[in-house]
């Protein structure tokens, strides 16, 4: 089955700076990968996701970047901010029929001011 | 106006009781699922439900039985309950079956201790 990976489990950066998360995953067929962001005590919500067909996505201060050949794919957010604090999940899933989203361990974002 | 609701929020219970929790969607979704995420924040699937049809059922002690009366609502309940099942329980649904990705709407999760 898929297995995904994700690195740093934590990354603490100053307001302004940028961060990066990385994953990778194992199962070739995997065409959809989500990313999750979930705050303290909160629900986990969908804040930008890519398909197979596009190597990069970008949305205000947060891009997706994918590589298929290497099977990994990256979370950049630019000029952090402390609301960006949380944990940020990974995600990857491929087309059986139905969805089964498989999550990466998480990494614990913390913004300084 | 909740989309995914859930409830309780918090379970407290001894070793060994039978508990269960609801959940509701009002987004008009097909697709429902319970996801686990334990100590160490890990999310890992549990069940889905498409249109009240079972179609994924993972690696799960079959102590946990889910029940889905409408495509609305799917339930979870736990018999015997362990120490081990201690976790946050996620509710979450997808308009259609997300054969091809699509975004998940999560409850705001029960937590469950088991002492």
């Known amino acids: 089955g898929e297995n995904v990976e994700q690195h740093p489990s934590t990354l603490s950066v100053q307001e302004g700076d940028s961060a990066v998360i990385k994953c990778t995953y194992s199962?070739?067929?995997?065409?959809?990968f989500p990313w999750y962001k979930q705050e303290l005590g909160k629900r986990p919500q969908l804040i930008i996701d890519?398909?197979?067909?596009?190597g990069e996505k970008k949305d205000q201060r947060i891009a997706v970047t994918l590589n298929k050949t290497a099977k990994h794919f990256s979370l950049h957010i630019t000029e952090t901010q402390p609301e960006d604090s949380a944990v940020y999940f990974c995600a990857a899933s491929w087309d059986t029929g139905f969805q089964k989203l498989v999550f990466g361990t998480g990494t614990r974002l913390l913004v300084s001011p | 106006d909740t989309a995914v609701s859930q409830t309780p929020k918090y379970l407290v219970t001894q070793m060994g009781n039978d508990k269960s929790i609801k959940c509701e969607q009002n987004l008009g979704h097909d697709t429902m699922y319970w996801y686990k995420q334990d100590s160490k924040k890990f999310l890992k699937i549990m069940f889905s439900?498409?249109?009240?049809?079972?179609?994924i059922n993972e690696t799960v002690p079959n102590r946990f039985s889910p029940k889905s009366p409408d495509k609305a609502h799917l339930n979870l309940h736990i018999n015997s309950l362990e120490l081990g099942d201690s976790a946050v329980y996620f509710c979450?649904?997808?308009?259609?079956?997300?054969?091809?990705?699509?975004?998940?709407?999560f409850g705001s999760g029960t937590q469950l201790s088991v002492l």
């Open positions: 439900y498409n249109n009240k049809e079972l179609i």
């Open positions: 979450a649904s997808s308009q259609d079956s997300g054969a091809h990705g699509e975004k998940l709407f």
């Open positions: 199962d070739s067929a995997s065409n959809y």
């Open positions: 890519i398909r197979s067909n596009v």
